[in-house]
């Protein structure tokens, strides 16, 4: 199975930054993972706050994280 390393700057005042190397059929599976596992708590924890978690994460002006597979 892949393997993909998953990196995201936190929303807070603290600007966390959370890493996690994580297992998946795809890149969207492991996002999924990644949200419910390291930051659904800045979120609703629901379809909505996937929703923005995915818009921050990808934003093309100041996105909030990356995502690489790995060899």
Do not use: C
């Not at 596992?37 to 909030?64: L, M």
């Amino acid at each position: 199975m892949p393997r993909f390393a998953v990196a995201f700057m936190t929303p807070s005042n603290s600007g966390q930054l959370i890493h996690r190397i994580i297992e998946g059929e795809n890149r969207d599976s492991v996002l999924k993972a990644f949200f419910t596992e390291s930051a659904s708590e800045f979120y609703s924890n629901d379809e909505q706050g996937f929703h923005y978690f995915k818009e921050d994460f990808f934003d093309e002006s100041t996105p909030s994280g990356s995502i690489i597979e790995l060899q």
